[in-house]
């Protein structure tokens, strides 16, 4: 059974790689409409070995759509995303600005939130995803006490003007042309910044927050903690994690538990270029599990380096993985 489905921002990088995805894995779509705003509009994209006309996200009739997509940039998400799910039709938001209430959603992990069927649905933050996705396969082993991360951030998770002012900085470095930030506070190029999101009057950015609170609910209420650092990549995001746990943690089955887990691989030899790093992510769709150590700072610690790809598994693929968890459990209308 063929679905109608639309993903607004699709222009921008989640939504593009939305539709990407869409046609890698074959999603039964009978109609799929690319909605954006602006001079966007009239464009087009690719899906598949066809091209798809950009339209204007304001005319769209919603009551004709199944399945949206909701992606960073499309305006005034919150009010979009009401009028769709008043209509009938399923919303799987990557924005995190839609509903405080909807079920954040990771399908490996907690995929047991859908079972009653919501209208709007959130994929959480790319940290938060590759978190829970190391973390969860642990929790059999021993319940999390508390998590403490730190988030390395490329500046694709700020869009495509922060990639060109990353590109452009890094070429004026060379010509001794020091141009001034548009995009971030300070130079990224050959630098990192403590600074992701609008700070909080308790001193934490909102994708600190964003982060610790997607996490704690995938993974049980656990108390996080996160530091968040635009790093000077383009793509591919990493996590250093330190989490403890209510009774020790055995390394050998720490191993075997992520070895095993679906959407994860496992590459951790101690030794020079034994591990994964943000680069090697690109394109591809697990998370890397590297590093995985005791840490005996705290009762029954562990220590782990993840890394994937924030436009894939962070981002595009957990919100088409959603959507294909919905149409397994026959949430979706229409065909």
């Not at 590109?167 to 001034?180: E, I, K, L, M, P």
């Not at 909102?206 to 793509?235: N, Y």
Request: with cysteine.
């Amino acid at each position: 059974m063929a679905h109608r489905i639309a993903v607004a921002g699709a222009t921008g990088q989640i939504g593009r790689e939305i539709i990407k995805t869409l046609a890698e894995r074959e999603f039964p779509a009978s109609e799929l409409c690319a909605l954006a705003s602006g001079r966007a509009v009239g464009g087009s994209l690719s899906y598949g070995e066809r091209n798809l006309a950009v339209e204007a996200v304001e005319r769209h009739d919603w009551a004709a759509t199944d399945l949206l997509f909701l992606a960073p940039g499309t305006p005034a998400p919150v009010t979009l995303a009401r009028k769709a799910a008043a209509a009938g039709c399923v919303v799987v938001d990557t924005t995190g600005m839609v509903d405080p209430d909807a079920p954040v959603v990771v399908p490996e992990v907690n995929p047991g939130a859908l079972a009653t069927n919501p209208r709007i649905v959130a994929s959480p933050v790319a940290g938060a995803i590759l978190m829970a996705m190391a973390l969860h396969p642990l929790q059999a082993l021993g319940g999390l006490v508390r998590v403490v991360a730190t988030s390395l951030q490329p500046v694709s998770g700020a869009g495509k003007d922060a990639m060109d002012e990353l590109f452009s900085q890094t070429r004026g470095v060379f010509v001794n042309d020091t141009a001034t930030p548009e995009q971030f506070t300070k130079p990224i190029a050959f630098n990192l910044i403590p600074h992701v999101g609008a700070f909080g009057e308790g001193g934490l950015t909102d994708e600190e927050e964003a982060i610790a609170e997607d996490a704690s609910r995938l993974l049980g209420g656990v108390a996080v903690a996160a530091t968040c650092v635009r790093v000077p990549v383009f793509i591919g995001q990493a996590l250093s994690i330190h989490a403890a746990f209510d009774r020790p943690v055995q390394e050998k089955e720490a191993r075997e538990a992520i070895r095993d887990a679906p959407g994860l691989t496992l590459l951790d030899r101690r030794d020079d270029g034994g591990y994964v790093t943000p680069l090697e992510t690109v394109g591809e769709d697990p998370v890397f599990v590297s590093r995985l150590r005791a840490d005996s700072t705290v009762p029954n610690g562990i220590a782990l380096w993840c890394a994937g790809d924030n436009l894939r598994k962070g981002g595009a693929l957990n919100a088409v993985q959603i959507a294909e968890e919905l149409l397994r459990r026959g949430a979706l209308r229409g065909g």
